[in-house]
């Protein structure tokens, strides 16, 4: 059906990653950004635009005395592979309520290592970290994009020599964290920040970068594209070990600015509340629609799942949606529930989100009628 010009969001997007882009984002990387395009990472031009986003980076996490952003090639994907060779020394315990939580489980349970501490919950819940002797790192999702579910941030009690490692793709610059209760907090840029792959970024403590070196040093295989003493001693240098994906640190850039400049992550946060809240208000409201994690306190700010009843075929509304412009409210592949996963990261609009509710109902009722 087509939906009336009214009802239309002023922009349509509301994936998950990769997520909506600002046009002064893509302004900037056409304008002042593409000078740089095509030119070596190893000169001044785009070692001071990593510098630049570093800074950004440590403003917006308003990092502790002695934290450092670090980056590296690839994403959280490489992260986990990275992390398993040169930040975890023998064991982990891994939080899995989700798709991605359970990706790093994976990479923990490398044959070097002994076998992780998998603590699982059903998908919509999850499960909190206990301390456990031989356990030096405890990692688990800020936020779990697959699912909708959030968890808060602090340390294990009662285990002070181990890391805290937590994975933020979806979180980092949407949700409010003191990062001064973790050790490592890392990120792809490509959900709040509102850029593009290639990247990983991490703030990491002193004690991080201690383990990081202690390991190093160890004598254990490392591949060289997998370390993070590389990745550490580059940061430091502002380079990558590898050509860096220059056109995702030109939207980053751009994208730090923006929220700094509004206020910072206090400001992110309200705004990805507000966006959020219209949805979750509307499907406790709703006679077809639910939340699809249960407990208001694990729901995410930043990733909204919505079940519907079985009078609603609710992949029937994300086609009709996508047909109108309104792109990516399909629920995670692997999930298989009949729901709709609508991002409400710091870039989409309040009132796009709004907007959507209206073209949700009004597609319900179509398809009634």
Same mark, same amino acid.
């Given at each position: 059906?087509?939906? /009336?010009?009214? #009802? @239309?969001?002023?922009?349509g997007?509301?994936?998950?990653? %990769?997520?909506?882009?600002? %046009?002064?984002? !893509?302004?900037a990387?056409?304008?002042?950004?593409?000078?740089?395009?095509?030119?070596?990472?190893?000169q001044?031009?785009i070692?001071?635009l990593?510098?630049?986003?570093?800074? &950004?980076?440590s403003?917006?996490l308003?990092?502790p005395?002695?934290?450092?952003?670090? !980056?590296?090639?690839?994403g959280s994907?490489?992260?986990w592979?990275?992390?398993?060779?040169?930040?975890?020394?023998?064991?982990?315990?891994?939080?899995?309520?989700?798709?991605?939580?359970?990706?790093f489980?994976?990479?923990?349970?490398?044959?070097w290592?002994?076998?992780?501490?998998?603590?699982?919950?059903?998908? &919509?819940?999850?499960?909190v970290?206990?301390a456990?002797?031989g356990?030096d790192?405890?990692?688990?999702?800020?936020?779990?994009?697959?699912?909708?579910?959030?968890?808060? #941030?602090?340390?294990?009690?009662?285990?002070?020599?181990? @890391?805290?490692?937590?994975?933020a793709?979806?979180?980092?610059g949407?949700?409010?964290v003191?990062? *001064?209760q973790?050790d490592v907090?890392?990120?792809?840029?490509?959900?709040?920040?509102?850029?593009?792959?290639? !990247?990983?970024?991490?703030?990491? *403590?002193?004690?991080?970068?201690e383990? #990081?070196?202690?390991?190093?040093?160890s004598?254990?295989?490392?591949?060289e594209?997998?370390?993070?003493?590389?990745?550490?001693?580059?940061?430091?240098?502002?380079?990558?070990?590898?050509?860096?994906?220059?056109?995702?640190?030109? @939207?980053?850039?751009?994208?730090?600015?923006?929220?700094?400049?509004?206020?910072?992550?206090?400001?992110?946060?309200?705004?990805?509340?507000e966006? *959020?809240?219209?949805?979750?208000?509307?499907?406790?409201s *709703?006679?077809?629609?639910?939340?699809?994690?249960?407990?208001p306190?694990d729901?995410s /700010?930043?990733?909204?799942?919505?079940?519907?009843?079985?009078?609603?075929?609710?992949?029937?509304?994300?086609?009709?949606?996508?047909?109108?412009?309104?792109v990516d409210?399909?629920?995670?592949?692997?999930?298989?529930?009949?729901? @709709?996963?609508?991002?409400?990261?710091?870039?989409i609009?309040?009132?796009?989100?709004r907007?959507?509710?209206k073209?949700?109902?009004?597609?319900?009722?179509?398809m009634?009628?």
């Amino acid at each position: 059906m087509t939906l /009336p010009r009214e #009802i @239309l969001p002023a922009d349509g997007r509301f994936g998950c990653g %990769p997520s909506k882009i600002r %046009p002064e984002q !893509l302004a900037a990387l056409a304008g002042p950004g593409a000078v740089l395009m095509g030119t070596s990472h190893r000169q001044a031009p785009i070692k001071n635009l990593v510098g630049q986003v570093r800074m &950004g980076l440590s403003d917006l996490l308003r990092l502790p005395d002695g934290y450092e952003i670090i !980056l590296g090639n690839g994403g959280s994907t490489a992260f986990w592979d990275a992390a398993a060779f040169g930040l975890i020394e023998r064991r982990a315990q891994n939080l899995v309520f989700g798709e991605f939580g359970g990706k790093f489980a994976a990479a923990a349970a490398a044959p070097w290592l002994d076998a992780p501490d998998v603590r699982k919950a059903d998908a &919509g819940t999850r499960t909190v970290a206990e301390a456990v002797e031989g356990v030096d790192v405890y990692a688990w999702p800020h936020n779990e994009t697959s699912t909708g579910v959030a968890a808060s #941030i602090s340390r294990v009690a009662g285990d002070e020599g181990a @890391l805290t490692v937590i994975d933020a793709t979806s979180a980092a610059g949407g949700i409010n964290v003191a990062v *001064s209760q973790t050790d490592v907090y890392y990120f792809a840029p490509q959900k709040n920040l509102g850029s593009d792959g290639g !990247l990983w970024f991490a703030a990491v *403590s002193p004690a991080a970068i201690e383990r #990081i070196e202690r390991v190093a040093a160890s004598g254990r295989y490392i591949p060289e594209f997998l370390s993070l003493k590389n990745a550490l001693d580059n940061s430091r240098l502002n380079q990558t070990l590898n050509t860096p994906a220059v056109a995702t640190l030109v @939207l980053l850039d751009k994208q730090l600015e923006w929220i700094n400049g509004n206020g910072g992550l206090g400001w992110a946060a309200a705004r990805t509340a507000e966006s *959020s809240q219209a949805l979750y208000q509307w499907a406790e409201s *709703s006679p077809v629609a639910n939340p699809f994690v249960a407990d208001p306190a694990d729901r995410s /700010p930043v990733v909204v799942t919505i079940d519907f009843d079985e009078t609603v075929d609710a992949a029937a509304v994300a086609a009709s949606l996508r047909a109108n412009g309104i792109v990516d409210t399909e629920p995670y592949r692997k999930l298989g529930r009949n729901q @709709l996963r609508i991002a409400t990261f710091v870039s989409i609009e309040p009132d796009d989100v709004r907007q959507l509710i209206k073209a949700i109902d009004y597609t319900m009722e179509g398809m009634r009628g």
